[in-house]
């Protein structure tokens, strides 16, 4: 059977292709939890009378949980075994996913938006896994194949929320979330090895050790830096795409909103990609591009949003900067410190879900005030920024590859 890895590397385990499907789907599958909420937004209002604003706290309240998550769960990857959290994690958000369907008002709506987000970060325990299984010649490619699956997971999730809610409501997309995660947590049981930890470190000294990481590898501190900025501008357009179909001259409701995502094939196809470009060439340049075509997707959301086609366009462009970006720096820190990439990972994507829950606040409050050029403008904004951060001249290291 082919695979990316020797026993050696992956400390007596392969990473065959079949593994590797299996890791890839799964990642999208779980991550899928977060972005159910976004194409259903108008309808949960329409339930609850809630306003714009308390929408745009409740697509936050995801995000923030994740950051939340990744803080909390994702640095234990380091120090027990993966499997074992992974299959709980999981058992503990179809818990949560329930809970969230038979909410009676937006408050608690928000407790377990925030509670599903916390426990849906599981992704970031499996693409560590896969880095660590693959050989050095592959990492980038690895983690390109996962993250694509990823990806799609983010996609299909919006298709799958706007279509389903439309059909059925918007709880019953969280009752067959909850059932996805149960049959998710049984195949991982028997399909991922067991994986030893890679640190002796005591769980305290774990978590102390995060604030080392950051103070000393400066491409970490730039790459987390860039992430939030992307995510920013990435989650304020996918928060407010809604509102913004419902509008003159579209009238849409969820169904096209969440099928809009899957426009963003186009981004999900560029992952492995991305993943090969960073193993052959600088991944500091890649994302430096991928930035740009973000910055070129708002500059066409600004001026063209009234035009269908220019939606298209956007967001096909949004979709390939973000995750050509998001590629290129998750390959470019786990070759920093291969015995913390689950640390690692935690730092990047903390910055990564903080960026993110900024933009779905701020994005949802810009479209309340100033339409759809609020939206626009934070996002150019923030990709702006994020293009600045790779282009500023640095040092020459062998870390900031």
């Not at 159910?36 to 409740?58: D, K, M, N, W």
Request: glycine content about 8%; hydrophobic content about 55%.
């Amino acid at each position: 059977m082919n695979t990316y890895t020797s026993s050696a590397a992956s400390g007596g385990q392969a990473l065959s292709r079949r593994l590797l499907l299996v890791m890839a789907i799964a990642s999208g599958a779980a991550v899928a939890n977060l972005y159910y909420v976004q194409p259903l937004l108008a309808e949960i209002g329409q339930t609850f009378h809630a306003s714009t604003h308390a929408l745009g706290i409740l697509s936050m309240l995801t995000q923030v949980g994740y950051a939340c998550g990744l803080l909390f769960f994702v640095p234990l990857g380091d120090r027990f075994e993966q499997r074992r959290l992974i299959v709980i994690l999981l058992i503990l958000v179809s818990i949560l996913l329930a809970a969230m369907a038979t909410s009676v008002s937006m408050l608690w709506l928000w407790i377990f938006a925030f509670l599903v987000g916390l426990t849906t970060v599981v992704p970031q325990i499996i693409i560590p896994l896969a880095a660590n299984m693959a050989d050095e010649t592959n990492r980038g490619k690895v983690v390109g194949v996962v993250m694509s699956g990823l990806l799609i997971g983010v996609l299909l999730a919006r298709a799958f929320a706007g279509l389903l809610g439309s059909e059925l409501g918007w709880r019953s997309v969280f009752e067959i979330a909850a059932i996805f995660m149960i049959a998710l947590a049984l195949l991982l049981y028997f399909m991922l090895p067991v994986s030893p930890p890679k640190s002796k470190l005591q769980a305290r000294d774990i978590f102390l050790s995060l604030w080392q990481l950051i103070r000393t590898l400066p491409t970490l501190r730039e790459a987390a830096l860039m992430g939030g900025l992307l995510f920013a501008a990435f989650s304020a357009f996918w928060t407010t795409l809604v509102f913004r179909l419902s509008t003159s001259p579209y009238h849409y409701g969820a169904e096209v909103a969440g099928f809009f995502g899957l426009l963003g094939v186009a981004g999900a196809s560029i992952a492995p990609v991305a993943g090969r470009l960073a193993d052959r060439m600088p991944a500091r340049r890649v994302a430096f591009l991928g930035a740009l075509c973000t910055l070129l997707s708002f500059l066409v959301f600004a001026g063209l949003s009234a035009h269908l086609w220019g939606l298209i366009l956007g967001v096909i462009l949004l979709d390939l900067g973000v995750q050509a970006a998001q590629i290129s720096n998750q390959a470019r820190i786990y070759s920093l410190r291969p015995d913390a990439r689950n640390r690692l990972n935690t730092v990047y994507m903390t910055s990564y879900f903080i960026g993110g829950a900024l933009g779905s606040a701020i994005g949802a409050d810009m479209y309340a005030h100033f339409h759809w050029l609020g939206v626009a403008s934070v996002g150019f904004v923030c990709s702006f920024a994020a293009a600045l951060a790779a282009a500023r001249p640095v040092k020459r290291m062998v870390s900031q590859k």
